[in-house]
């Protein structure tokens, strides 16, 4: 019943494009919405540019043909001033070496004494105050043990004084008691 007709209800096709609005490593949007063409700036820059930097290789140019001149000349003469030459180049090149390397090790000594140096300081302000604090804690037990000498030499005498001299306890406070006929001092 119900039969779809193409012909009298043609669809409309709407085309919707979407602008790519990607992000460059730089942060600025990319120019796909602006197909405008360059800024005048850009322009200013590219015509102020143009002339220094053809003047700049214009320079490169000759230089290099300076230098390939040259290079031909002096050829001939460094193959026959050759065993002379490359000794000195090998001497300047290894005093040269020794130059740097002696600066380095220098340097590398300067600087571990300068290290070391700080370092000490740094001890020495903290030095004292153990220095200190081990003489208070040596005090604090000299002190201890001499007390505690004390009191095991007044022990021992207590004990002694308790015992007579020929190991009778005074007072009967030992088993077996003082013998009599002996005396007793006191």
């Known amino acids: 019943m119900a039969t779809y007709d193409r012909d009298r209800h043609p ?37 102020a540019l143009l002339p220094v930097g ?3 290789l214009g320079l490169a140019g000759i230089t290099l043909v300076g230098t390939m001149i040259g290079l031909a000349v002096a050829t001939p003469l460094f193959v026959i001033f ?6 000195a ?13 002696s600066g380095t090790f220098g340097l590398t000594g300067l600087s571990s004494l300068s290290y070391l140096v700080n370092s000490l300081r740094q001890i020495t ?20 043990t001499g007390q505690k000498t004390k009191d095991v030499g007044q ?29 007793t001092k006191a």
């Open 125 to 144: 302000g903290t030095v004292p105050e153990q220095v200190d604090s081990a003489k208070r804690r040596l005090q604090d037990l000299v002190e201890y």
């Open 82 to 87: 050759s065993p002379i030459l490359v000794p």
């Open 11 to 47: 669809q409309q096709v709407q085309v919707h494009t979407v602008h790519d609005q990607r992000i460059d490593r730089f942060g600025d949007r990319s120019h796909y919405q602006n197909q405008q063409g360059p800024s005048k700036s850009k322009v200013l820059a590219v015509m």
């Open 54 to 56: 053809g003047a700049l």
């Open 155 to 183: 022990t021992i005498q207590d004990k002694a004084h308790d015992i007579g001299p020929e190991g009778a306890v005074h007072a009967g406070s030992a088993v077996g008691g003082a013998k009599e006929g002996r005396g």
């Open 89 to 101: 180049v090998l001497m300047i090149g290894l005093a040269v070496a020794g130059f740097l390397t």
